[in-house]
Nanobody
Framework: QVQLVESGGGLVQAGGSLRLSCAASGRTSSSYNMAWFRQAPGKEREFVAALRSVGRTYYADSVNGRFRISRDNANNTVYLQMNSLKPEDTAVYYC????????????????????WGQGTQVTVSS
């Protein structure tokens, strides 16, 4: 398993930007399929974005065109660049990883991932 630590959350006004970081340790993140999920109060954890080890990316419809997931293999870090933030983006954001093979369907489900970070709060004010 890989250990994950998120950072970069905070309070931002609507229309602003944030960049979340997920530092991986234990094993190199380049061989892992990585993802970001988020959970708002009273709601289930939902898929945000994923980056497969082969380089393909996936996004939830609600963030497509505004968020971008990327990876820095040299630093074992995965990023989530969030632009044009909206109040409905407010949530705790979690980084997740799996070394198992994934496809375009299971890459979006929480059950796919066996390593999770502790989460970082993102609050977008209107």
């Amino acid at each position: 398993q890989v250990q994950l630590v998120e950072s970069g959350g905070g309070l931002v006004q609507a229309g602003g930007s944030l960049r979340l970081s997920c530092a991986a340790s234990g094993r190199t993140s380049s061989s892992y399929n990585m993802a970001w999920f988020r959970q708002a109060p009273g709601k289930e954890r939902e898929f945000v974005a994923a980056l497969r080890s082969v380089g393909r990316t996936y996004y939830a419809d609600s963030v497509n065109g505004r968020f971008r997931i990327s990876r820095d293999n040299a630093n074992n870090t995965v990023y989530l660049q969030m632009n044009s933030l909206k109040p409905e983006d407010t949530a705790v954001y979690y980084c997740a990883a799996t070394g198992a093979p994934v496809n375009s369907i299971v890459v979006r489900t929480t059950q796919t991932y066996n390593s999770w970070g502790q989460g970082t709060q993102v609050t977008v004010s209107s």
